[in-house]
T-cell receptor, first 114, second 111 residues
């Protein structure tokens, strides 16, 4: 089945220790998104890619970076995680021009910062 | 900028009760609207979407939503909820390929 896969599902890191979360997709969608979702809150868009074009949200901290080496993979790098970065990180994809703009979400990676 | 408001933050119902969750959006032009559901411990899933045509949209698991342009609303309904509908529900609108989510409504259904 075509899907959005996120690894790992659970990640524990130490305060200030860099961490990388990964997302892969078999949908061949050209748009990929990273969201941060804290407990009982709506997902908050961090950035997204149109193909290789990177689009950062204005309020995304510099601590968060992303890489998209090819269509299928996208990475979220947190350079120096703080306690406030503990959250669920969601990856999503969509196909540009698809009527309705539906996004397909992965299961998320829950990040714990000690 | 577009925004989405969900006024019901927490709804508690008994099984077989009827459900209506409110959603209002701010943009007056053409809109694409969505309801997503997040079951406990699971990923966001699309319940239903509206982008044109019949303003009454049928989704999965017996849910439906009605787009009322004059009221800027897209309320979610289900005539008879089940315990398995316990979840967080998010209304969302598309803004140039970015989803703008509402704050969500937590639904708890008791047997």
């Amino acid at each position: 089945d075509a899907m959005v896969i996120q690894n790992p599902r659970y990640q524990v890191t130490q305060f200030g220790k860099p961490v990388t979360l990964s997302c892969s997709q078999t949908l061949n969608h050209n748009v990929m998104y990273w969201y941060q979702q804290k407990s009982s809150q709506a997902p908050k868009l961090l950035f997204h890619y149109y193909d290789k074009d990177f689009n950062n949200e204005a309020d995304t901290p510099d601590n968060f970076q992303s890489r998209r080496p090819n269509t299928s993979f996208c990475f979220l790098d947190i350079r120096s995680p703080g306690l406030g970065d503990a959250a669920m990180y969601l990856c999503a994809t969509s196909r540009e021009g698809l009527a309705g703009g539906e996004q397909f979400f992965g299961p998320g990676t829950r990040l714990t910062v000690l | 900028a577009q925004s989405v408001s969900q006024h019901n933050h927490h709804v508690i119902l008994s099984e077989a009760a009827s459900l209506e969750l409110g959603c209002n959006y701010s943009y007056g032009g053409t809109v694409n609207l969505f309801w997503y559901v997040q079951y406990p411990g699971q990923h966001l899933q699309l319940l239903l979407k509206y982008f044109s045509g019949d303003p009454l949209v049928k989704g999965i698991k017996g849910f439906e939503a009605e787009f009322i342009k004059s009221k800027f609303s897209f309320n979610l309904r289900k005539p008879s909820v089940q315990w398995s509908d316990t979840a967080e529900y998010f209304c969302a609108v598309i803004n140039t390929d970015k989803l703008i989510f509402g704050t969500g409504t937590r639904l708890q259904v008791f047997p």
